[in-house]
């Protein structure tokens, strides 16, 4: 789990409006948001239950059908 410690921008009635990140969390927030959609389309993928084919078959595929 990452740890973030929380900063806040407030309006002038202190109504919290938006969050401040250090570089750090920022990018470990943005890799941990690819690496979940990265297994959210797996599990998509195999629920679907689409053969599968290897993958230099599928890049001939779509150099083949590409124009």
Same mark, same amino acid.
């Given at each position: 789990?990452?740890?973030?410690?929380?900063?806040?921008?407030?309006?002038?009635?202190?109504? !919290?409006?938006?969050?401040?990140?250090?570089?750090?969390?920022?990018?470990? %927030?943005?890799? /941990?948001?690819?690496?979940? +959609?990265?297994? !959210?389309?797996?599990?998509?993928?195999?629920?679907?239950?689409?053969?599968? %084919?290897?993958? /230099?078959?599928?890049?001939? +595929?779509?150099? !083949?059908?590409?124009?």
């Amino acid at each position: 789990m990452l740890a973030l410690k929380e900063r806040y921008v407030t309006d002038e009635g202190g109504h !919290r409006m938006g969050v401040l990140l250090d570089m750090k969390s920022y990018r470990k %927030i943005l890799e /941990e948001i690819e690496e979940l +959609e990265s297994i !959210r389309a797996y599990d998509s993928a195999k629920a679907s239950g689409d053969v599968s %084919i290897p993958f /230099e078959q599928a890049v001939s +595929e779509i150099d !083949r059908n590409r124009w």
